[in-house]
């Protein structure tokens, strides 16, 4: 019996783990964390039963016990919930689903409370990844990423893994261009919030729905493969795939490449994570190549989607500028979704913070969080 927590149970990757939980019989879910969906969290902590649940706010996690008290489920609040959901004693693996830089903290006390991470939480590595990645090894700890792509890499590299000498030319992450490739700057002026939610081929949750229209989550997840693989950023390579049938490729020293295919279905990660290195049946579409009439390639198009290439920017910059890279973008986000900014002014704001930001080169936690504080006012100050 595997024996799992969750942070973010109530989000898309959240939602979706506990789907693999119920198809199968031996994996037991003993603490999981939402924002503020306890309606939602209410029915997960009925039928799987955890031993620990945390909301964010403490008026939430009251209202909360009152609706489970007649459960064994002890109903916690704020960071210091979160991290006690992460370190939970009895768990073997700790899925990070949850959104934004509130998941540095948890995850660094639950590598060092000795958890394997299935990595959803991107934020995670492109902030600290310099700070994760030791720390993981120093306590012998797998991270196993839940994204689809680096999910695709980590396939790609099985039998590479672990030695010292693997012979890694390239790495192709592959992007399906979003609802809006083809467009030019100026259309994409026009865009509003319906249209960017209307992604062509997966099914994601507001944030990265957005931010994969932008182009600024592939920018996130070169960061990301950077940390991962162990890899510089001139051995990473986006290509856009727009079938979203190749998850991503390994190109080798002797010129092979290994690509990881299949249909756009989050579970298949998410489930190879959590049961890694064991393949389990997974029930669902599968791919007919018979009715594949191709597939295409073609270079991403960073005049018109900025945010990737302020993405290599911020990497290439590294210390502290991935950090506002990426707070930049979440609070930016967070303002096109209320309709307060248009669609480009995403681009405008990012651009802005790390136009204004002294870069710090090896930043500590407390840092990292003060910068994402800094880019938060700087933002408010001028949009």
């Known amino acids: 019996m595997k024996t799992i927590a969750i942070l973010g149970s109530t989000g898309s990757i959240g939602t ?51 609706k489970v008290a007649d459960l064994p489920v002890k109903i916690l609040s704020g960071m210091d919930g979160l991290t006690e959901v992460a370190v939970c004693g009895e768990t073997d693996i700790l899925v990070t689903a949850i959104v934004g830089m509130i998941g540095i903290i948890p995850t660094i006390e639950a590598i060092k409370a000795g958890k394997d991470i299935a990595l959803a939480n991107k934020e995670t590595l492109v902030t600290a990844g310099h700070l994760i990645m030791p720390l993981a090894r120093e306590h012998g700890v797998r991270i196993l990423p839940v994204d689809s792509e680096h999910s695709a890499i980590f396939q790609c590299l099985n039998g590479e893994n672990g030695r010292d000498d693997r012979p890694v030319d390239k790495i192709l992450l592959t992007a399906s261009g979003g609802p809006f490739r083809g467009r030019n700057y100026d259309e994409l002026r026009e865009v509003r919030v319906e249209d960017a939610l209307k992604h062509p081929n997966w099914a994601m949750g507001q944030k990265i729905t957005i931010d994969s229209a932008s182009m600024v989550n592939k920018g996130l ?33 002797d010129g092979a490449v290994i690509a990881q295919l299949g249909t756009p279905d989050m579970k298949l990660p998410i489930q190879f994570a959590l049961y890694y290195p064991e393949r389990r049946y997974l029930p669902g579409e599968r791919l007919d190549f018979a009715k594949i009439s191709s597939i295409t390639f073609e270079n991403p198009d ?25 707070a930049a973008n979440e609070r930016a986000v967070s303002k096109f979704l209320h309709r307060q900014i248009g669609f480009t002014d995403i681009y405008d704001i990012i651009h802005y913070c790390m136009d204004h930001h002294r870069v710090i080169a090896d930043p500590d936690v407390a840092q990292i969080l003060d910068t994402e504080q800094s880019v938060y006012e700087m933002i408010e100050g001028r949009w």
């Not at 290599?312 to 890279?325: C, D, I, L, Q, R």
Request: include cysteine.
């Open 302 to 326: 960073m005049d018109t989607f900025l945010g990737l290439r302020y993405a290599f920017e911020a990497a290439h910059m590294g210390g502290s500028m991935p950090t506002v890279f990426n």
């Open 16 to 66: 979706q783990t506990l789907e693999v939980v119920r198809r199968n019989g031996d994996i037991r879910v003993a603490a999981i964390s939402a924002g503020k969906n306890i309606r939602l969290l209410e029915e997960q902590i009925r039928e799987f039963h955890p031993r620990l649940a945390c909301v964010w706010g403490e008026e939430d996690a009251a209202v909360l016990r009152t």
């Open 221 to 253: 997840e070169v960061m990301e493969a950077r940390w991962l693989f162990d890899v510089s950023l001139d051995q990473i390579q986006v290509v856009v795939q727009p079938q979203s049938i190749i998850h991503s490729m390994v190109q080798y020293a």
